[in-house]
T-cell receptor, first 109, second 112 residues
Framework: GQSLEQPSEVTAVEGAIVQINCTYQTSGFYGLSWYQQHDGGAPTFLSYNGLDGLEETGRFSSFLSRSDSYGYLLLQELQMKDSASYFCAYRGGSYIPTFGRGTSLIVHP | NAGVTQTPKFRILKIGQSMTLQCAQDMNHNYMYWYRQDPGMGLKLIYYSVGAGITDKGEVPNGYNVSRSTTEDFPLRLELAAPSQTSVYFC???????????FGPGTRLTVL
């Protein structure tokens, strides 16, 4: 079947580094995307990995290993405003995107 | 650019009532999608469209209908509202490369 697994909650302190993992299972795979969603808001796109390796965008980086069916989002220099839910999503062998259930990141002062 | 717009922002329906959730985008995106998000959950795809006149079912299409007569608009129709349809509905759009989806602000629907 098709599925994504990510932790339900991660906590960290301001200024720290946090990694949110995502493992997937699908018969076809084109790439892994990451979205951020603040409470009451809409998801916003953060990054995409179509190939193995690390993609860096400012304080955020995303990694993909196709052989391990695994990816992660790395957030550096955490700020209070980073408290949000983070979703990984993939496109499999069709047009239908599949989202994970999301990881709630809580940043403490 | 307004991006993706959705109306209404909030709505309360009685069981059995019907309504249409409106979605429009001004980015000339071919692909449009409707998702629902229940509390503490991810996004579940209801319907999607790859262009005007072309629609297809997603993961949870029962109880919903869509149409795509123009590139810009992708309305979602609920015919006989049920409490199980209480959710937040997001419309999104993207180019065919599809890696980045742009989401509207959402419609919060309660069915009582």
């Amino acid at each position: 079947g098709q599925s994504l697994e990510q932790p339900s909650e991660v906590t960290a302190v301001e200024g720290a580094i946090v990694q949110i993992n995502c493992t997937y299972q699908t018969s076809g795979f084109y790439g892994l995307s990451w979205y951020q969603q603040h409470d009451g808001g809409a998801p916003t796109f953060l990054s995409y990995n179509g190939l193995d390796g690390l993609e860096e965008t400012g304080r955020f980086s995303s990694f993909l290993s196709r052989s391990d069916s695994y990816g992660y989002l790395l957030l550096q220099e955490l700020q209070m405003k980073d408290s949000a839910s983070y979703f990984c999503a993939y496109r499999g062998g069709s047009y239908i995107p599949t989202f994970g259930r999301g990881t709630s990141l809580i940043v403490h002062p | 650019n307004a991006g993706v717009t959705q109306t209404p922002k909030f709505r309360i329906l009685k069981i059995g009532q019907s309504m249409t959730l409106q979605c429009a985008q001004d980015m000339n995106h071919n692909y449009m999608y409707w998702y629902r998000q229940d509390p503490g959950m991810g996004l579940k795809l209801i319907y999607y469209s790859v262009g005007a006149g072309i629609t297809d079912k997603g993961e949870v299409p029962n109880g919903y209908n869509v149409s795509r007569s123009t590139t810009e608009d992708f309305p979602l129709r609920l015919e006989l509202a049920a409490p199980s349809q209480t959710s937040v509905y997001f419309c999104a759009s993207s180019f065919p490369s599809y890696n980045e989806q742009f989401f509207g602000p959402g419609t919060r629907l309660t069915v009582l």
